[in-house]
C-alpha cells in the first residue's frame, strides 16, 4: 500500500487556476473508485486557497495509473484539458504524502502560517469521505493522525497563539482601510453560509460587530443567522442591505457575484466601502476597484499581509509535526510487516494442519499422536521466528516491498489475497480431519497454544 496526493495550492499556482481544479471537487473521490481504477481510497481536500486529492494505491507501480485516473476526473469535473490539469497537480507520494497532509494539517502551509481554520477542514474532509464511502483504513488513519499532530502543535507551541487566521488577517486589513469607526457601528453584510461564513461571524462578534447580515442564494440565511446571529437577507432586500453597507464579505463562492453595477445604481450617501472576497471563485467582480470609495480585499491581499509568525515557534511546530509524520510512516511499515507476517502464518498452519491430519489418521488419538503434533508446532514455532524479526526488520527500514516480493516468490502468496491451501486435496483433508478430532481432555486447547 502506498500514500498518493495531488496538490494544487497559493504556493505553487494562481488562485484562479486552483479555483478552476476545484469545480466539481466533491464527485473526484467516488468516481475514481469506479472499479477499473488501482485507487482503493479517496479523500479530497478544497479549501479557498487549496485543492488537494489524497489516494491509496496497492504499490509503488500502481502509482502512475493511479494518478493518471485522477487527473482524468478532474479533467472531466473541472472542464480542463488533462494536460493542464496534470501540470497543475504536484504530486507527493508516500512519507512526502504523509509529511504534507501533517504540515497543511498544522497551519504550516497555509497563506497565514499558523492559521487554525485548516485544521477544522481536514477533519470535514476525512468525514465528507467517510460518509460518502470512500476513505479507506489506511486514508482514515492518516487523516486522523494529521488532526491529532495539528492539535499537538496548537497546544505546545505559540505558534498560531494570537488566533490568526485568513478571516482575522483580512478583518485587520479592512481596519486599516477605514479606521474611522468602530465594528459595533459598521453595518456588514456576508455572503455564504459555508465554514468561511461561520468562522467569520464568530471574528466579527469578537470584534463587537452588531449590525450584521447575511445573504445565501441557495436561501439558507435565515436558517444560518438563526444559529449564528445576524439578520437574514434574501433578494428582495439585498440592494437595501447593499446601500446601507460599511463592508461586504464574500464567503460563498456561489453562482451570484456582485459587480460594479450592482453598487452604482444604489444611493450609498458617499460612504466608503470594503469588500473583502475571501471565495475562491469570487463574490465580487474586479470591476467594482473601479468604484470610487470602494476598496476590494482578495485572498491574494490576504497572503501578502501575512504577518510572519515567531521563527522560535515556527522551529518548533516543525518538529513536531515532522516526528509525528515519521512516526506514522514507521506504524505504517509495521503494519504491512504485520500482515506479510500473519500472510505467512497462516499459510504455515495450513500446511501444518494437513500433515497432523496425516498423523492423527494413521495413529489414532493416542498420546504419541499427541506428542508428535505437539513437536510439529514448535518446530513450525522456531522455523517462523527468524522471517518474522527480519520481516519485522525490512519494513523499519523501508523495505516493505521485499517482504512482499520474496513471499510471493518463495511461497506463492500475495499480500490482500487468500493464502493458498496446501495442495489440491487440502479442502477435502481438513474436512476428513474435522471429524476425527480426538477427544482427549484439553488436547485442542493445548496444542493451539503451541501455534506460533
Known amino acids: 500500500m502506498v500514500f498518493l496526493s495531488l496538490v494544487a495550492s497559493h504556493s505553487d499556482i494562481d488562485l484562479e487556476t486552483v479555483a478552476r481544479l476545484s469545480a466539481g471537487a466533491s464527485g473526484v473521490a467516488a468516481a475514481v473508485l469506479d472499479g477499473t481504477t488501482p485507487v482503493s481510497g479517496a479523500v479530497v481536500l478544497a479549501t479557498c486557497n487549496r485543492y488537494e486529492v489524497y489516494c491509496e494505491a496497492p504499490g509503488e507501480k500502481d502509482i502512475e495509473a493511479a494518478r493518471s485516473a485522477v487527473i482524468a476526473q478532474i479533467s472531466e469535473a473541472s472542464g480542463l484539458e488533462e494536460r493542464h490539469v496534470s501540470a497543475a497537480l504536484a504530486t507527493k507520494t508516500g512519507e512526502d504524502a504523509v509529511n504534507h ?12 502560517i499558523g492559521e487554525r481554520e485548516i485544521a477544522g477542514q481536514v477533519r470535514r474532509a476525512l468525514i465528507e469521505a467517510q460518509q460518502s464511502g470512500t476513505a479507506s483504513g489506511p486514508l482514515v488513519r492518516l487523516f486522523q493522525s494529521a488532526s491529532r499532530t495539528a492539535k499537538d502543535v496548537g497546544s505546545r507551541t505559540a505558534l498560531g497563539g494570537r488566533g490568526l487566521s485568513i478571516v482575522s488577517v483580512a478583518l485587520d486589513l479592512a481596519e486599516d482601510l477605514e479606521s474611522s469607526s468602530a465594528w459595533e457601528s459598521k453595518n456588514v453584510v456576508v455572503f455564504g453560509t459555508g465554514a468561511y461564513a461561520g468562522a467569520t461571524m464568530a471574528l466579527l462578534k469578537e470584534r463587537g460587530a452588531t449590525n450584521v447580515s447575511v445573504y445565501s442564494a441557495s436561501g439558507r440565511a435565515e436558517v ?82 501575512a504577518p510572519d509568525e515567531q521563527a522560535e515557534a515556527l522551529r518548533q511546530a516543525r518538529v513536531i509535526v515532522e516526528t509525528a509524520a515519521s512516526e506514522f510512516a514507521d506504524e505504517q511499515r509495521q503494519r504491512t510487516a ?9 499459510h504455515t498452519q495450513r500446511v501444518l494442519e494437513t500433515e497432523v491430519q496425516k498423523v492423527r489418521a494413521q495413529h489414532g ?19 517462523l521466528h527468524a522471517p518474522t524479526v527480519r520481516a519485522r526488520e525490512l519494513a523499519a527500514d523501508g523495505r516493505h516491498e521485499e517482504v512482499e516480493s520474496a513471499l510471493e516468490t518463495l511461497f506463492g502468496i500475495s499480500l490482500g489475497e487468500p493464502a493458498r491451501a496446501a495442495g489440491p486435496d487440502a479442502g477435502r483433508r481438513r474436512e476428513t480431519a474435522e471429524a476425527q478430532v480426538c477427544p482427549v481432555a484439553g488436547f485442542e486447547g493445548r496444542a493451539a497454544s503451541n501455534v506460533g
Open 101 to 112: 497532509l501533517f504540515a497543511v494539517g498544522a497551519g504550516l502551509d497555509s497563506a497565514v
Open 224 to 305: 444560518f443567522a438563526a444559529t449564528r446571529g445576524g439578520t437574514a437577507v434574501d433578494d428582495d432586500s439585498l440592494a437595501a442591505a447593499l446601500a446601507a453597507a460599511d463592508v461586504l464579505i464574500g464567503c460563498s463562492g456561489g453562482d451570484r457575484r456582485i459587480a460594479a453595477e450592482d453598487l452604482r445604481g444604489l444611493d450609498r450617501g458617499g460612504r466608503p466601502l470594503v469588500a473583502i472576497d475571501l471565495a475562491l471563485t469570487r463574490d465580487f467582480d474586479q470591476s467594482i476597484e473601479d468604484i470610487d470609495d470602494v476598496e476590494l480585499i482578495t485572498l491574494e491581499s490576504v497572503r501578502m499581509a
Open 338 to 346: 504485520d500482515a506479510a507476517i500473519v500472510a505467512l502464518r497462516r
Open 365 to 383: 488419538c493416542t498420546a504419541a499422536a499427541e506428542e508428535v503434533e505437539f513437536a510439529m508446532r514448535r518446530m513450525m514455532r522456531q522455523l
